[in-house]
């Protein structure tokens, strides 16, 4: 029979890509238009009642000024919530698999961060998502944290940075941050990377789960122009250009020391154009 996986936030980013590489699953998908994940109560009745083997958590409040201006919301949504998951786990026996984030991390000056660095986080979005990281670990028995850089990949919303920096596209031309680093890495290489690491069943901890390689997110959007075929300039800006709210990390590429690495960012960026042009 096949395993019973709870898809916590089908709808976002990472989710859509979820659905996709777990179809052959007896799958069961919530969103915020099914449950709300602060109200700790009705997650519990919700989780006891589907009684599933694995629950996928990609609820997150994402992003550093949002979880600025909002940061109760941001301790309940990236740390609490998923505290509750976590117990929860241990109680009924489920796997839990929840999404982390590089933005735990701050500067490094080279290299790669990897699975035994020490987070250090800057913001409230990192100090909550490494909140929840720590909690997971301490509370869950049968857990997978994956964590995960800058994605692009299908999304409906238009609030991350691939989405934002194609709107202001339509203008003709766009300046991006040429010393912000990641390592950029697309949704449903890590979807899919992460069914083979449930199936064939990884020690549980943490896995930093990206394409190969490190870039700016000036070299990715010039890439996804160029891949698109777009009429558009694209010029080096500096970060300092396009203040934030927090101080934020800006040199944080990622690589696994205990899984290999997904094919090289450009690959992936090539088949996600792809299927971009197929869907418009
Ligand atoms: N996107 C990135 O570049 C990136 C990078 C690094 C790490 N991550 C991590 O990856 C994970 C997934 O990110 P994502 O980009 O897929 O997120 P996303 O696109 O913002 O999707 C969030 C999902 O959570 C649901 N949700 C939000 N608030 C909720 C609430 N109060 N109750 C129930 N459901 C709620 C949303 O449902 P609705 O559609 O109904 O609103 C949506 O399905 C997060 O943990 C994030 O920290 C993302």
Redesign the pocket.
Known sequence: MSKKVLL????????IALCDAFKGYDLVC?????????DFDAVKAMVVKENPDVVF??????GIDICEDEPQKAYE??TLYPRELASLSTQLGFVLIH?????IFCDREDGFYTESDTPKPLHIYGIT?YGGDCIVEALAEKYYIC?????FGE?N?E???VEKMLKKAESGAVRVSADIYTSPSY?KDIAWEVKGILEEELPFGVYHIVNEGKASLYDVFKEIVENLKLDVTVERASHKEFPSKAIKSVVTPMKSEKIKSLRPWREAIAEYTKSFEERS
Request: glycine residues 8%; positive net charge; hydrophobic residues 35%.
């Open positions: 916590l936030g089908y709808t976002g980013k990472m989710g919530k969103n915020s238009q099914d449950f709300d994940a602060c958590n990609t609820v997150a409040l994402v949504l990236n999404f982390s984030t590089e933005s998502k964590r995960l850089p800058l994605l999304t919303r609030t991350q940075f949704s």
